[in-house]
């Protein structure tokens, strides 16, 4: 059983573009929510992150939006660039005393195109 | 400051062996988590240490164990290899106590044939 899904395996964007990369899940306990960058024969690289408590984050070109009812969220990349081309995964942690095992989608390969 | 480190690299076993990975976090950083990576399941929590003792524990069988050192850090140890323990074994260190910031090492690539 899936609890996070990011069911696009893959995205081509021009560079300049937005990219929006999206993940769903499962689980109401559920409370953050993180997005990783993974270049191949590296470890994945912390992007950004965002609280259950609220609904949008933003960090310099990116921004994660999250809509709790529909239990989805998203990642913007603006505008896109030749070096963002890598897998996205989404994670997310149920803040239960002592548990900060994050949960990973599949992942998204997103590639940008000069 | 110097990042995760993950030992070996790569490694390549043979069916039935037991095989030891090492990983050191980042100085200071008391929690150290362990995924493994394939390419059919994504990454998926294998356990996590702090102060020496496992908090959490992932869905896998016994054959996968781990432990913390009074350094923070940690080893993990696969018995009896199977050709589906061939994957990319990932190590995460945090501080630990009410943080999410997990820093990956590269990992190490095991191989089982």
């Known amino acids: 059983d899936q609890q996070v899904k990011q069911n696009s395996p893959s995205l081509s964007v021009q560079e300049g573009r937005i990219s929006i990369l999206n993940c769903d899940y499962t689980?109401?306990?559920?409370?953050?929510f993180l997005w990783y960058k993974k270049y191949p024969a590296e470890g994945p690289t912390f992007l950004i992150s965002?609280?259950?408590?609220?609904d949008k984050n933003e960090d310099g070109r990116f921004t994660v939006f999250l809509n709790k009812s529909a239990k989805h969220l998203s990642l913007h990349i603006v505008p896109s660039q030749p070096g963002d081309s890598a897998v996205y995964f989404c994670a997310a942690s149920a803040s239960e005393a002592g548990s900060y095992q994050l949960t990973f989608g599949k992942g998204t390969k997103l590639s940008v195109i000069p | 400051k110097a990042g995760v480190t993950q030992t070996p690299r790569y490694l390549i076993k043979t069916r039935g062996q037991q095989v030891t990975l090492s990983c050191s976090p980042i100085?200071?950083?008391?929690?150290v988590s362990w995924y493994q990576q394939t390419p059919g399941q994504g990454l998926q929590f294998l356990f996590e240490y702090f102060s020496e003792t496992q908090r959490n524990k992932g869905n896998f069988p016994g054959r996968f164990s781990g432990r913390q050192f009074s350094n923070s850090r940690s080893e993990m140890n696969v018995s009896t290899l199977e050709l589906g323990d061939s994957a990319l074994y990932l190590c995460?260190?945090?501080?630990?106590?009410?943080?999410?910031?997990?820093?990956f090492g590269s990992g190490t690539r095991l191989t089982v044939v």
């Open positions: 689980n109401s306990m559920f409370d953050y």
């Open positions: 965002i609280s259950s408590i609220k």
């Open positions: 100085s200071g950083h008391r929690s």
């Open positions: 995460a260190s945090s501080l630990g106590t009410g943080s999410y910031g997990y820093t």
